[in-house]
Nanobody, 123 residues
Framework: VQLQASGGGLVQAGGSLRLSCAAS????????VGWFRQAPGKEREFVAF????????RYADSVKGRFTISRDNAKNSVHLQMNSLKPEDTAVYYC?????????????????WGQGTLVTVSS
């Protein structure tokens, strides 16, 4: 599975962005997909994941109620709608795929990673 993240950019606090993760590979629809982010000088951290069917989602407390993850298996894509953005959301955002259908918030449990897209939120 190859992943390509896009949609990052510069936005003012309170604004919105929609990140996309495009995947190649016939088995993408069977993978859990997660979004992670890494701010300068910090470790990569969990943001959200969605199960293969889209029936299960989970969010980090810091983004709950502001971010929404969704997927379209017919188009091999996963999206992260980010609303009410804050300066502390500034980071490089990565999408990742996990063969384990249970889903995980742990970075090392994901098998495939995209290249990342930069989100900058100005105050």
């Amino acid at each position: 599975v190859q992943l390509q993240a896009s949609g990052g950019g510069l936005v003012q606090a309170g604004g919105s962005l929609r990140l996309s993760c495009a995947a190649s590979g016939r088995t993408f629809s069977s993978y859990t997909v997660g979004w992670f982010r890494q701010a300068p000088g910090k470790e990569r951290e969990f943001v959200a994941f969605i199960s293969w069917s889209g029936g299960t989602t989970r969010y980090a407390d810091s983004v709950k109620g502001r971010f929404t993850i969704s997927r379209d298996n017919a188009k091999n894509s996963v999206h992260l709608q980010m609303n009410s953005l804050k300066p502390e959301d500034t980071a490089v955002y990565y999408c990742a795929a996990d063969r384990n259908i249970r889903g995980s918030v742990v970075v090392n449990e994901y098998d495939y990673w995209g290249q990342g897209t930069l989100v900058t939120v100005s105050s």
